[in-house]
């Protein structure tokens, strides 16, 4: 069994925080809007072309010397939980646990009492998650390399021809503010091209994709590593998630919550997904679960949120997800 992640108390004691270690020089970038020239024409970006990878025969453990995390000296480390500016702080315009008058009805995947807690931090590695606009919506997603972001793949606009629409990725996104730029990007990596709203269990299994960016904002917001997930740590409290869920804000703002439990995962160790009582609404789909290892200034994912239901949330998870990243660095350094 691999080597378990930290427990939640032991990540502030182990891995220490810092403040930058310089001052910081790196140029922003951001996505140019097309526009119209002429009156009632919209104008939409070309769809992107991507590449989706045959699964290796046989279940084999990701080679790890390319999924380590990055961490930028001038960044602030800040491990242990991201904090809230005050003066940002508003209150929630939708609460899904309010209590309901008899045959009224919500539909919700929170698990009393809801744990998650709005944040702002741009430190690392909380800058390294950000806010996906797609087609139609938004997700959640997160830099698993310098030019690379892990999220859902039933978050991709799937056209008939292979191809995706374009993607904004906004890291550290709050209530329309980009403090490092933002990218679309030029290619896409998938096991399994999936498509929503009701999901099969298998479609969750595999239920994430890796987009390849056209500007490298992992070498200004640093990256989180990845790592496959093992049966072994079932039952610990020991992962986080962030995502920007739709009950808060209307996704305009990230939320954390950290302890949570893996309560079981199903399938092989390839491909696999993980069920957990993680407070989760549309909006975090493409948010990572992560944790901590002892030796490491960065975290590591090991699930993508994927899906949901009264009884369970469910992520992606499996070797899978670090032998994709692997394939797209090698392609697209």
Not at 130 to 151: A, E, F, N, Y
Not at 175 to 190: K, M, Q, T
Not at 248 to 253: N, S
Not at 275 to 292: L, N, R, T
Request: net charge negative.
């Amino acid at each position: 069994m691999p080597t378990a992640p930290l427990k939640t108390s032991q990540i502030p004691k182990i891995i220490h925080s810092r403040p930058p270690l310089k001052e910081a020089t790196e140029r922003l970038t951001f996505e140019y809007h097309l526009q119209s020239t002429k009156p009632g024409v919209r104008v939409f970006p070309p769809p992107v072309g991507g590449t989706v990878l045959e699964r290796p025969a046989k279940a084999s453990a990701a080679d790890e010397k390319n999924l380590q995390g990055f961490l930028p000296d001038h960044l602030a480390l800040n491990p242990a939980a991201p904090y809230m500016d005050e003066h940002l702080r508003i209150r929630r315009t939708y609460d899904p646990l309010a209590k309901l008058k008899k045959n009224q009805f919500m539909a919700t995947t929170l698990f009393p009492p809801d744990q998650r807690r709005v944040f702002s931090d741009t430190s690392f590695p909380w800058c390294t998650v950000g806010r996906v606009d797609v087609t139609g919506g938004w997700g959640s997603g997160t830099l698993i390399g310098p030019r690379h972001l892990l999220c859902a793949s039933h978050m991709m606009t799937w056209n008939p021809d292979n191809t995706v629409n374009q993607v904004t990725f906004t890291p550290s996104y709050f209530n329309g503010n980009a403090p490092f730029g933002n990218s679309g990007i030029i290619h896409w990596y998938a096991y399994r091209k999936v498509v929503g709203p009701i999901l099969s269990a298998a479609d969750t299994e595999e239920d994430y994709v890796v987009l390849v960016l056209n500007n490298r904002l992992g070498d200004i917001c640093g990256w989180m590593g990845t790592r496959g997930y093992d049966g072994g740590w079932n039952g610990l409290p020991d992962w986080s998630h962030i995502g920007y869920p739709q009950d808060i804000a209307g996704g305009t703002e990230p939320t954390f919550q950290n302890a949570i439990s893996i309560d079981n995962n199903f399938g092989g160790s390839d491909d696999e997904y993980l069920a957990q009582k993680a407070d989760v609404i549309p909006g975090q789909s493409g948010g990572p679960f992560f944790g901590w290892w002892a030796g490491e200034a960065w975290p590591r994912v090991v699930g993508v949120q994927s899906a949901q239901n009264p009884s369970t949330n469910s992520a992606g998870g499996g070797n899978d997800i670090p032998n994709l990243v692997n394939q797209a660095r090698a392609d697209f350094p």
